[in-house]
């Protein structure tokens, strides 16, 4: 799709309906302002209801409905779930889980990721849908697959077994190569024949956790060689139309989306906040920074995102008045170029019929309609923000290896990378910094200061890369049990964190670990939890010690001048104030100013381009830099004013 | 067994004792006032311990000595367990689990009912007991299994599946309706060939909601076709014996028993109240009311009940002195004309030996004995009362289908019928009021009264049903998020509740559940929870609005006036106290007149033919309507004193 | 090991490090003091790379440094996690769960207990190292296996269900006796044939609970066989060198360890006491007089502990300095000769990386290093106290077939045998007596009193037992709930306690258990909860009656003068100070004298040989029989002083 406008739209499921209902679709569509719709991701079974038959007479004329309409077109593949006869025809392609059991057909994604056999038939009817409407006026975008992960992100079936082998031996080249890198002398688990190489399947007690991580970069891959399949066929067949799928912005570690993202042509973003939730919108904006992060700053879109309840989470909670609104503008604001929503009309039948919508199970005469029209109407008024760039002179450093080794079994606490990341997110929001999202490796020269929570893992090229960025003048605030490990889940001995003992000036002796409700005091008079790291200062300063608890008189927070720049380290997990006061310090003394300053609580500021959104997620009014927000208002102001 | 008296009795085991113990069972039961046991359920691997090898030797003689005894006898047909030989010899006949384990023998009920080769070795071997005891003078019933699904439910074995399509078949006709009725287009799920249908198994995530719903219809057929197999046979061989089997009294939707009841000559119910729960005797009130009801106001047994402690729902709380008594006349008053415990003797060993019985393991010089036998006599005194029957005027519909559908995944909120229905069954019983339960297609002319609970499915029989209900004069009080789908679980498009506005007189905008522990005030001064309909009215009258909370303002309870009758509408889950007050109200508007005024708290009042029962729940002494009743004290008093 | 000091060291695992660090290690182990290590338990993959490749010459060098140190080796025979191409080459030998799944390797202890298969393989590796290293100066003590059962306790595969009935066969001998002490003909589960009797797989609904409990019987015994296949092959070429295994002092019902003890030389402990539990070292008193009273009062071996952090329980919390020295103390104080730790130098990989280790990943230059080492010398001067005997006057009866029958379905109340042994042994510990752990069938005559928590299932023997140890001027403190059922879980029927009616002069009537948070008041002031007994006397003295709750009035407390003795009775839980009291009173009557009288609470003394160890518990200072000791403080007074 062109970045010419702010691309506002939803899914189109018109399989779902009589005939007679399309005119009427495309009618409420241009109400509401609609400028494209995803169409036909669920469509294999409608296409090809049979082995080899193929039926498009409905999407030919749905497809030309669009065209007329002047709608874009995100066409999808249709892969997403295959047909029933598809899965009675190719039993060995459903999914086995790790206790052997084979999924059912029935619901959606039930496909193994390394199954050949739904590759090629996946690949095969994308060319089938590229040689079709390749040329047609109305398509714009080829959306590939659909959430690849949500709900099968590993298989541990044979065929998956023989491709984790290919895959490991492609990673190691040889056994010893492999024992080495997992570690294998402890339990008595040499290998010593590539047939004794398995997935890790349910088994007496943990597995060996360099397997679990292996396994799951490996399901990575293999989701990711599934999108690329389908992806070669496009680009031959249509080699000007861009190709994408929709990512998850959600706290699970669905896949490494740092190395799917160079494979898009943009990126695009399920993301569903929940309405219950008072903190949804941070969470918002981080995966809006993630994503227009991982297109390398490059616009995004928001390609799935509800008009208000979402169904999979009772109670469902509708979107208040004015909160679609809100958050739809707060993704133009972080950098998206397209609102679209699941889905046009709501299911009369199946999983997801209680699903918001933008026409309702009652029709258009309602809060929803009205208010999405409106809100169609009002991006229209952006349409010279679309491909703008929006500025950040912080990175949050967020690594899928690390998520999924520091949740495996038998570490020392039980740590959690969600809680973790926004933990350290939230006071940059609150200060109104916007942040980029960044792997370890990332290229950090256009930052002042870059945050890195708990990074367990770590490559020694990250760690190469962190010691430059401070030494070259930049700053750093790194948090606990970082730089303990190597890729492959081994301990870097001598003294932790092996990989950051220089940088940051210190050893940790021990980790303490707090239990449950236990907290300590801090000589800065505020709390802390949950961790506490025995530090012992080789050069570093000590900015908060604690006043008790099992390390009493011992270092909480550090920070070394290293280089020319500072390495600031917490020991533990400070509390909310403490960790707001800290981040405040470390952005002045890096010297990152704030997008606006005094802004009320709860007030979002973000520039893009030459605009400054305020967002208001109050639900009373606020006076913010001179302007006059309404609960829930937004306010877009051209720069210079 | 005919209804000349209120049988008493219990569930005979003689074959897990020596022949020894016999006679002194006989003498212990006349002792007791025992007027009927019930024989042989678990007896099948007795009478054949080998494949083909009979021995009905000991229930000969126990039959003999029933029989001399003046005991009538329900005599079990005993298939509920099959013998471990069976099997060996047909492992195809164990029960699969949704994620494909094939269930063990070694506890009981170990058999898939869709197996045509369980169903005919259980046919044969009732013919056998047919044949045997089709004449014996005791023989007063035929016990048809024992406790249908009660843990056996549903089965996912290839046989089943079979003949799942064969009942999709005899439903649907062919694929087209079938894949309308599923809605199948969502998620790719539309079906070519029978050979794709399948039962819900473990799939990657929502299984199609209406293949779960027929699924569990199916299931409660094919438990049924086991009954209907046996009873085939004995009514052949034995035309004047009455044959039942028996139901379970409890929370669970074991099975669509408005199907079932048809094809019992007399309704038999288990039922289990829980000692701990303080309001037991009203969930045990409204199953004798359901019981009753489905045998369309004969009179029913009590099959099972327990005379102390349950085994299975640690900690085991005995039954406190007079509790039992309570409790047995409770099921009287309602319409009861047996009483009868699990079991005679408790077992020294298996899996149930905990379980209190008339003769305990201490023998019978004790409380609970003594009890028991004081209240044989005492039912004894009741034989006019056999065969009345109890009168109602208000009706609580309650249906199956709409059980099983409102539970699955993914609903607004998370509803659950049981709750649903007692919240609206409690008032009820607290004003004295008689109700009948009935399905929404039910007869309802008899009724000034019919009482709606979240009848979320609804038939369009139904819907029509409920219509013609008010229009004639009829009223109705009908809670949020009814009439909402048909039964296919596809949403009645339009407006909600689909089937209901015009009756109720108003739409539905959206739902707006509330969240765990919000509340939300009414006008009336009373709270409200769980759920918030945004309702907009179209005729109806506004009763109660809502001062604050996501819908502050709007209505919150309504009537309309409609034909001759009143329709009145909870949008929410008012408080307990709003609850009663409400159908207190309603019960005056539809004429309805208590059992018994002005009774004291607790104390429940049924009229069953010419007697008026009154049960005093409480644990203290009482004065209610004249009569003094001590704590858990029942009177039985003739009208017309 | 000889008995000729207290043995200090760690298992040592140098197969996971370079050559290189192994001279190393034997200079830091000099440095720490250790005088043994146990060497090889995961090395099957190292010394058998590949089938029937043998490599041994690394532990041929390893061996020669540790005896060229003069360090003592418990050599493995490296049986415990077999090699992935053994899984491979035998994918039978895999242990299957209840649901039919078989475990994968990858782990460890991926094996079948009853696999020929196995046993074979194992004693062929035991052969090996019996030949290789049989006479070799460093070899000290054969060490099979590894914490037998501590993952796979039972196996349902069809190799375990063949052994199975092997077993019955060999404990009934026919079928009419097994279904009698199943009790089979309940829910007709008769058995015909030997191929009907299956191990406890998943079924419908609760099993046979006679059936449950012969499986975990068997499951010990299967995994018992396995380490005497080894044994054997070991006595047969060393007969010179002791041998043992190391068995676990949990919470778990692992295996019954009294079949198990007679076949060690020497008893070996596994113990990790959680650092943050307060009560933790109670909990280790407990399994320490456990695994003394196992060998029959000679020292055991504290085979396996943790310097600081385990690694299976985050949050990992080390132990604070000088826990490690207290708790290691308490090991010698209670029968130890030898402390010993998992393990030596803390893994680099793999699932345990986070254990602490005597040399940690930072290296020793550390707290831990140093505390280990001073521990060394310190025990290195107990070396007189090494053999020596730990004086008992009261035993405690704990019994595995009880355990676990105890906790099956379907019990009146959910008891757990470690909440009901910890509630008897913790007033004792408190009280400062030591105590011997012995079986119900255990010569008691060396036993003034004898305490029995809730022994619902006893054997014939175990009652005569008891009642003589009290008819000879013994005295019993027994629990509610004891002498209920007989060796198959069948009720001594007549009246409860069948066991135990005379020796307690009463019958219980009725069992009362109390709801979660239902309290009953006694007459002594005190409160009561979880379990009531409706106690009727026949000769017993009330020492409490309730004074309210469901059995008001009743007794709750007895004392029954028999023979010589008197037998104390609890019909329920008294709270924890009237429980101290009763025992107090008990003791006091029994003659008993505690170690140490007028001690803080919090201290605790033990007598061994001729030493009073103190050992404080505390945060802070005491005094203690006229000697100071510091927080977590320790003294080793010799007697007579």
Known sequence: MKHDRIHFGADYNPEQWPREVWPEDIRLMREAGVTAVTLGIFSWASVEPEPGRHDFSWLDEVMDLLGEAGIAVSLATGTASPPTWFSRLHPETLPVNRDGVRLSPGSRQHYCPSSPVYREAAAGLAALFAKRYGTHPALALWHVGNEYGCHVRECYCEVSTEDFRAWLRARYGDLDTLNDAWSTTFWSQRVSDWADVLPPRTAPTFRNPAQELDFRRFSSDALLACYRAEREVLRELTPGVPITTNLMGMWEAVADYPSWAPELDVVALDLYPEPKDPAAHVDAAFFHDQMRSLGGGRPHLMMETAT??????????????????????????????????????????????????????????????????????????????????????????????????????????????????????????????????????????????????????????????????????????????????????????????????????????????????????????????????????????????????????????????????????????????????????????????????????????????????????????????????????????????
Chains 1, 2, 3 share one sequence.
């Open 308 to 641: 208000s309840a979402i169904s999979y989470r009772p109670p469902n909670r509708p979107k208040r008045a004015g909160l679609n609104r809100l958050w739809s503008h707060q993704a133009v604001a972080r950098g998206a170029d397209g609102v679209m929503y699941f889905q046009w009309r709501a299911s009369a039948g199946g999983a997801e019929k209680f699903h918001s919508a933008v026409v309702s199970h009652g029709g258009s005469d309602n809060r929803i309609f009205r208010e999405t029209a409106a809100l169609g109407a009002e991006l229209a008024g952006l349409r010279d923000v679309a491909g703008t760039r929006v500025p950040a002179e912080v990175a949050l450093v967020f690594d899928y290896a690390n998520w999924w080794s520091l949740e495996l079994d038998a570490r020392p606490a039980e740590l959690r990378i969600p809680e973790r990341v926004r933990a350290h997110y939230l006071p940059l929001w609150r200060e109104n910094v916007t942040v980029d999202v960044v792997t370890p490796e990332a290229d950090l020269s256009g930052y002042r200061l870059v945050v890195v929570p708990n990074l367990y893992l770590c490559t020694d090229e990250a760690a190469a890369n962190l010691r430059r960025h401070v030494e070259g003048g930049g700053h750093l605030l790194m948090s606990f049990f970082s730089g303990i490990a190597d890729a492959c889940d081994r301990i870097r001995l001598g003294g932790y964190p092996g990989a950051f003992r220089d940088l940051l000036g210190l050893r940790v002796e021990e980790f303490w670990p707090l239990s449950g409700g236990e907290t300590a005091r801090l000589d800065t008079g505020r709390q802390a939890d949950l961790w506490a790291d025995h530090i012992v200062p080789e050069g570093a300063e000590v900015l908060a010690r604690y006043v008790d608890g099992p390390l009493a008189g011992e270092p909480a927070v550090t920070r070394h001048a290293f280089g020319a720049g500072t390495a600031t380290y917490l020991g533990t997990r400070p509390d909310e104030r403490a960790m707001r006061e800290l981040v405040r310090d470390t952005l002045r003394r890096a010297g990152v100013r704030p997008v606006a300053f005094g802004l009320p609580e709860g007030v979002e500021a973000v520039r893009r381009g030459d605009r400054l959104f305020l967002l208001n997620h109050n639900d009373h009014p606020v006076l913010a830099a001179g302007t006059e927000l309404a609960p829930l208002g937004v306010a877009v102001l051209k720069e210079g004013r």
